[in-house]
């Protein structure tokens, strides 16, 4: 608002000047309080800024020591590389070692033969249905199957009697083979490769040709590959590999051979000359580890500093840093130093403490690291040390298995008793005579595991002379029912005493068998259900835990959400089950509730509440917005009292000059008086 001004020429006085001197000494230092207590707003908002882009960059120097591939730390070297190399693992043994590769792990390849004539990849194959089961070929040249692989079927009709629509029908479908069509020069031919190496994956094809005969080799019969029929050819035998070291024979049935040395998993590439060896030797690799310990000591040690500076004293003839007596930034400062404080207790490694890393903290917070300490526990334990920084759990019992735990489980050890074992659900059936002949009378039974109905069983016809011979056939045909294969289901069928055992693999009161249908009295088989299995029972942390299966649930407390395995052993007291973050995610929780991911906000986001640095920045911008108004208002106020004094004094100058006219008027008059002379 615009007052009305006077010079002054009633009174002679110089009013613009008066009524601006006292405005502005009502105003001038209400403002230059609210410019400096915004100014200082403002600076306090950007060294908030440097410290959040600190505390980030210090929060991700240490990122890849809460990944355990990080401390995979050891390197190896062979002799040989394309014969064998290794991978190795967190705690891989270090040492040396001479091995011979005997033999590589292959996969059983066969060929449809040269004598059946496909003139094209369209040729027709014939109809029917195709039985792959997987197993062992034996010496006798009989054929062994697998119990544990289940049979695949595949139906072969007018859509796909082709022989490229034959290997697209395989290598569409869910098979352990894949399929493929070679031009020999004379004919198409099927390649038949098993997607598994080893002995006892090879694989026996049986069919149902329509034209009425199974074996001869027309139609889909000429794929026949069995003990007794073959009508393919084979070009690859399945087979273990087989490696020599130190002078101790392994097989295995892949060419990655685990469990030979701790941590260490061996690549087979090729074979060994008679008489030849390759050597390998593994040496511990810290330098990873190390750099990243290196890089979490400098980036903590920055981010210190950096707080030293935002908030030091300058005395009196120094600057104070732009953070000087604010509490917040020693509260995170503290916060900081309780983590490196922290102690890991439960792993019983070398490392429980920064201080066994070499970490020792200075007079002014940063950190300093002793390299012969760090080299030493890195030498005598890395393990420890992976379990320092990462977050692990274990229990004291050998029996006991970690399994998880939840966002509400508080680190620490808790108490386990068990107070009951989880069964399998098991049904019992007396065993047939031997030998013991099935045929299309008495083949076929239904049969009911863990709640899930199995298609028709059908066996195989036949005569079993051994009970070995027909348990193997019984469990090969429940375990490769579709319903079974599709919910991944399985049992597991052992004869003692002339009982047949019917038991689930799974565990707890979910795991059932019944059997619901049998064809023929003659099978052996009777309709009935077995004994159910029982979940687990137990306490943890003196609670008692919700058991499904082998495992126990902690539901309340601070255990909350803490699982085991409990797989046997001992009822009662079972030790102690301990989870513990890791150094890497308790700095990350307290880091999270610090920094402000939302910064860049070039007027905060008071409308949410979040981290500590969010809530200060936040509560800045509040402040420079209440200063603003209160500016607003001052000026207002300023305003009003400026227009108020000009009336004052514009009614004073008015009044002067009245009196002064009225002064002028007396002494004309007077002047005018007879006889009144000035003089």
């Given at each position: 608002m615009?007052?009305?001004?006077?010079?002054?020429?009633?009174?002679?006085l110089?009013?613009?000047?008066?009524?601006?001197?006292?405005?502005?000494?009502?105003?001038?230092?209400?403002?230059?309080?609210?410019?400096?207590?915004?100014?200082?707003?403002?600076?306090?908002?950007?060294?908030?800024?440097?410290?959040?882009?600190?505390?980030?960059?210090?929060?991700?120097?240490y990122?890849?020591?809460?990944?355990?591939?990080?401390?995979?730390?050891?390197?190896?070297?062979?002799?040989?590389?394309?014969?064998?190399?290794?991978?190795?693992?967190?705690?891989?043994?270090?040492?040396?070692?001479?091995?011979?590769?005997?033999?590589?792990?292959?996969?059983?390849?066969?060929?449809?033969s040269?004598?059946?004539?496909?003139?094209?990849?369209?040729?027709?194959?014939?109809?029917?249905?195709?039985?792959?089961?997987?197993?062992?070929?034996?010496?006798?040249?009989?054929?062994?199957?697998?119990?544990?692989?289940?049979?695949?079927?595949?139906?072969?009709?007018?859509?796909n009697?082709?022989?490229?629509?034959?290997?697209?029908?395989?290598?569409?479908?869910?098979?352990?083979?894949?399929?493929?069509?070679?031009?020999?020069?004379?004919?198409?031919?099927?390649?038949?490769?098993n997607?598994?190496?080893?002995?006892?994956?090879a694989?026996?094809?049986?069919?149902?040709?329509?034209?009425?005969?199974?074996?001869?080799?027309?139609?889909l019969?000429?794929?026949?590959?069995?003990?007794?029929?073959?009508?393919?050819?084979?070009?690859?035998?399945?087979?273990?590999?087989?490696?020599?070291?130190?002078?101790?024979?392994?097989t295995?049935s892949t060419?990655?051979?685990?469990?030979?040395?701790?941590g260490?998993?061996?690549?087979?590439?090729?074979?060994?000359e008679?008489?030849e060896t390759?050597?390998?030797?593994?040496?511990?690799?810290?330098?990873?580890?190390?750099?990243?310990?290196?890089?979490?000591?400098?980036?903590?040690?920055?981010?210190?500093?950096?707080?030293?500076?935002?908030?030091?004293?300058?005395?009196?003839?120094?600057?104070?840093?732009?953070?000087?007596?604010?509490s917040?930034?020693?509260?995170?400062?503290?916060?900081?130093?309780?983590?490196?404080?922290?102690?890991?207790?439960?792993?019983?490694?070398?490392?429980?403490?920064f201080?066994?890393?070499?970490?020792?903290?200075?007079?002014?917070?940063?950190?300093?690291?002793?390299?012969?300490?760090?080299?030493?526990?890195?030498?005598?334990?890395?393990?420890?040390?992976?379990?320092?920084?990462?977050?692990?759990?274990?229990?004291?019992?050998?029996?006991?298995?970690?399994?998880?735990?939840?966002?509400?489980?508080?680190?620490?050890?808790?108490?386990?008793?068990?107070?009951?074992l989880?069964?399998?659900?098991?049904?019992?059936?007396?065993?047939?005579?031997?030998?013991?002949?099935?045929?299309?009378?008495?083949?076929?039974?239904?049969?009911?595991?863990?709640?899930?109905?199995?298609?028709?069983?059908?066996?195989?016809?036949?005569?079993?002379?051994?009970?070995?011979?027909?348990?193997?056939?019984?469990?090969?045909?429940?375990?490769?029912?579709?319903?079974?294969?599709?919910?991944?289901?399985?049992?597991?069928?052992?004869?003692?005493?002339?009982?047949?055992?019917?038991?689930?693999?799974?565990?707890?009161?979910?795991?059932?068998?019944?059997?619901?249908?049998?064809?023929?009295?003659?099978?052996?088989?009777t309709?009935?259900?077995?004994?159910?299995?029982?979940?687990?029972?137990?306490?943890?942390?003196?609670?008692?835990?919700?058991?499904?299966?082998?495992?126990?649930?902690?539901?309340?407390?601070?255990?909350?959400?803490?699982?085991?395995?409990?797989?046997?052993?001992?009822?009662?007291?079972?030790?102690?089950?301990?989870?513990?973050?890791?150094?890497?995610?308790?700095?990350?929780?307290?880091?999270?509730?610090?920094?402000?991911?939302?910064?860049?906000?070039?007027?905060?986001?008071?409308?949410?509440?979040?981290?500590?640095?969010?809530?200060?920045i936040?509560?800045?911008?509040?402040?420079?917005?209440?200063l603003?108004?209160q500016?607003?208002?001052?000026?207002?106020?300023?305003?009003?009292?400026?227009?108020?004094?000009?009336?004052?004094?514009?009614?004073?100058?008015?009044?002067?000059?009245?009196?002064?006219?009225?002064?002028?008027?007396?002494?004309?008059?007077?002047?005018?008086?007879?006889?009144?002379?000035?003089?």
């Open positions: 615009t007052a009305i001004t006077s010079t002054g020429l009633g009174s002679g110089d009013i613009n000047s008066i009524v601006t001197a006292i405005v502005d000494a009502e105003k001038d230092p209400a403002l230059a309080s609210m410019t400096s207590a915004a100014a200082a707003a403002t600076a306090a908002i950007s060294a908030y800024g440097v410290l959040n882009s600190e505390l980030s960059a210090f929060k991700d120097s990122e890849d020591l809460s990944r355990s591939s990080t401390f995979s730390a050891a390197t190896s070297s062979s002799s040989d590389s394309g014969i064998l190399n290794a991978t190795l693992g967190i705690g891989a043994a270090t040492g040396s070692w001479s091995f011979e590769v005997e033999q590589q792990a292959k996969a059983q390849t066969i060929v449809s040269s004598a059946n004539s496909y003139t094209e990849s369209a040729s027709e194959v014939g109809t029917g249905t195709i039985s792959f089961s997987y197993g062992s070929y034996e010496t006798d040249g009989s054929f062994s199957i697998n119990p544990d692989k289940a049979i695949e079927t595949l139906t072969i009709d007018a859509s009697n082709s022989l490229g629509e034959l290997r697209d029908a395989i290598n569409e479908g869910d098979y352990s083979v894949s399929a493929s069509i070679i031009d020999d020069g004379s004919n198409y031919r099927l390649v038949l490769t997607k598994e190496t080893g002995e006892e994956n694989m026996q094809l049986t069919v149902v040709d329509d034209d009425g005969d199974n074996s001869d080799a027309t139609g019969s000429a794929l026949t590959y069995s003990a007794d029929v073959k009508n393919m050819d084979q070009t690859s035998t399945a087979q273990d590999a087989k490696i020599i070291m130190n002078g101790i024979e392994i295995r060419n990655e051979i685990s469990s030979v040395i701790e260490v998993t061996l690549n087979i590439g090729g074979e060994t008679v008489g390759v050597s390998l030797t593994i040496t511990q690799d810290t330098s990873a580890v190390e750099d990243q310990i290196n890089a979490f000591v400098e980036n903590y040690n920055n981010t210190i500093t950096q707080m030293n500076s935002l908030t030091a004293y300058g005395g009196e003839s120094g600057s104070d840093g732009a953070l000087n007596g604010d917040t930034v020693r509260n995170i400062q503290n916060q900081m130093r309780a983590v490196l404080n922290t102690t890991v207790s439960h792993s019983g490694g070398v490392v429980q403490s201080a066994d890393l070499g970490m020792l903290t200075n007079l002014d917070g940063t950190l300093s690291l002793d390299a012969d300490t760090l080299t030493a526990a890195m030498n005598n334990d890395m393990e420890s040390i992976a379990n320092f920084f990462t977050a692990s759990g274990g229990a004291s019992d050998s029996l006991i298995d970690f399994e998880s735990k939840s966002t509400f489980t508080v680190p620490g050890t808790y108490e386990l008793e068990v107070t009951k989880a069964t399998q659900g098991v049904l019992t059936n007396s065993a047939p005579t031997m030998p013991f002949t099935i045929d299309s009378s008495n083949d076929t039974f239904k049969i009911r595991l863990d709640g899930f109905l199995s298609n028709d069983i059908v066996l195989s016809a036949g005569t079993y002379n051994t009970m070995e011979e027909y348990t193997t056939e019984l469990q090969s045909k429940i375990n490769s029912d579709a319903n079974f294969v599709e919910n991944d289901l399985n049992m597991s069928i052992l004869e003692s005493a002339g009982v047949l055992s019917f038991t689930s693999n799974s565990y707890g009161s979910s795991s059932t068998v019944a059997i619901t249908e049998v064809e023929n009295a003659s099978l052996g088989l309709v009935g259900g077995g004994i159910n299995g029982e979940d687990v029972e137990g306490l943890i942390a003196g609670v008692v835990a919700s058991g499904e299966g082998q495992y126990l649930l902690s539901n309340s407390g601070d255990s909350q959400g803490l699982k085991v395995q409990v797989n046997g052993g001992v009822l009662g007291d079972r030790g102690t089950v301990t989870y513990s973050q890791g150094m890497s995610s308790m700095f990350d929780d307290m880091l999270d509730g610090v920094i402000d991911s939302n910064i860049s906000s070039s007027e905060g986001d008071t409308g949410t509440s979040g981290t500590t640095i969010d809530g200060k936040d509560s800045l911008y509040k402040k420079i917005a209440s603003e108004e500016e607003e208002s001052l000026t207002y106020k300023m305003d009003k009292l400026e227009t108020r004094l000009y009336t004052q004094f514009n009614a004073m100058d008015i009044a002067v000059s009245s009196l002064n006219n009225t002064m002028s008027y007396l002494e004309s008059t007077l002047d005018a008086l007879p006889g009144y002379s000035n003089d």
